[in-house]
């Protein structure tokens, strides 16, 4: 919080986020509640083609964090408990402006995609043929697995809601009490700063069709039961 | 950390509404039906959970390749008593188009000889099942997880709604 900072040219605006991050994003925060009330609803046809979907954009980001744009990247940006630990305490900034994931807020990152992956890959195997619905690979799996896993789908989304409830309050922590918006560089992609700070990357479009393309040839093989190559 | 006096509004405004949405997600289980819930819907639908977990059961000990048939016929016995038991659990009034959360359908009371039937199935299937464990044949146990999943089907087609 170094107020005393030489005269600067008034706030201008940097490149945050890449496009892929936010679609992703956002289509977490709409997919997540939408599975909920598919699911509280009995709304199984909507509720596996939700999860399918979510499926798709959790490979796809997991694939973003290893060749997508600096902020993406995974490696930029999970930081070890020291940095951490100084964050907290308010010590990594400095005079430096930095943008992208905190070391605190890639904790969040990686807890709420890994919450996701846990309640889908549970999905997967979710169900009993001989009573309603059933994920894709249901049949991939002994009766007593299935109907484990889909207990642990049960009681394991109050995680992923948990872990958003946390995320969100966060949020509101940032933007309250920091007085820092973290919501609308995650929309327009990018921030204003003062400093001179290194911008992100453009999105790289080839890269990213590319690798959208990948993750939506595995998702689709997942939603047809995985079926043997070749 | 620098301060902006940009808009934060429009992104509170946003988060509020977020937020409000997640809380009245929970209100969806509101039902048209006056006056409290009939209890008999909640104990059909474990009766139910228990004719589903028999059969599970059931299943499981024979994929494990060295079927326990006491463990089979204690779960046939178990499923043919449930299947009793629902006889008596489907009362007029308590149909998912009286507004309550459940997922028996009208036909159950417009077709009452045919819902009879249907349960007939079942306790015929889970009889023949507890016979068959008896008999400790592997081989006639696991033909019989045919009939009586058909006769789960040949209900849930016809007199339970459709969510899937």
């Known amino acids: 919080m170094s107020g005393e900072r030489p005269a600067l040219a008034p706030g201008h605006s940097v490149r945050v986020w890449d496009i892929p991050v936010r679609l992703t994003h956002w289509s977490f925060a709409l997919l997540v509640p939408a599975l909920w009330w598919s699911a509280e609803n009995s709304q199984w046809v909507l509720h596996k083609r939700f ?21 993406a990247k995974f490696t930029s940006f999970v930081r070890g408990p020291k940095a951490v630990f100084e964050y907290l305490r308010g010590k990594s900034g400095g005079a430096v402006e930095k943008i992208g994931h905190s070391p605190l807020g890639a904790l969040s990152v990686l807890a709420l995609l890994a919450a996701m992956a846990v309640q889908v890959g549970t999905g997967l195997f979710a169900g009993d043929p001989y009573d309603g619905a059933t994920g894709p690979l249901n ?7 299935a109907d484990a896993l889909t207990d642990w789908h049960e009681w394991f989304v109050y995680v992923v809601l948990g872990l958003a409830a946390f995320h969100l309050s966060a949020i509101a922590f940032y933007l309250i009490v920091k007085q820092n918006d973290l919501v609308s560089p995650m929309l327009s992609g990018s921030k204003l700063v003062r400093g001179s700070v290194e911008a992100n990357e453009p999105t790289p479009l080839v ?8 993750a939506a040839s595995f998702t689709v093989w ?3 039961g995985a079926p043997p190559l070749s | 950390m620098a301060r902006f006096d940009r808009a934060t509004l429009p992104p509170t405004v946003l988060l509020c509404t977020v937020m409000a949405g997640c809380g009245s997600e ?3 289980d509101t039902t048209a039906a006056s006056g409290p819930e009939p209890a008999v819907i909640d104990e059909r639908q474990a009766n139910f959970e228990k004719i589903g977990d ?19 016929e204690n779960a046939a016995t178990q499923m043919n008593a449930a299947a009793i038991a629902t006889k008596e659990q489907f009362p007029e009034g308590t149909s998912v188009d009286d507004g309550w959360d459940t997922e028996a359908l009208t036909t159950i009371w417009e077709k009452p000889d045919e819902f009879t039937e249907a349960n007939q199935a079942l306790l015929d299937a889970s009889a023949q099942m507890i016979t068959l464990a008896q008999n400790g044949d592997a081989e006639a146990v696991g033909g019989q997880v045919g009939a009586v999943g058909s ?8 007199f339970r709604l459709e969510t899937d």
């Open chain 1, 51 to 71: 999860g399918i979907a979510l499926l798709g954009l959790l490979v796809f980001r997991l694939l973003w964090g290893l060749f997508g744009t600096k902020t």
């Open chain 1, 139 to 145: 049949s991939l799996v002994g009766v007593l697995t």
């Open chain 1, 207 to 214: 890269r990213f069709v590319a690798v959208a393309a990948i």
């Open chain 1, 222 to 224: 997942i939603a047809n």
């Open chain 2, 26 to 28: 929970s209100a969806s």
């Open chain 2, 54 to 72: 028999s059969f599970k059961a059931i299943r499981g000990q024979l994929e494990g390749g060295n079927p326990d048939f006491a463990a089979i």
């Open chain 2, 151 to 158: 006769s789960c089907k040949g209900c849930h087609d016809n």
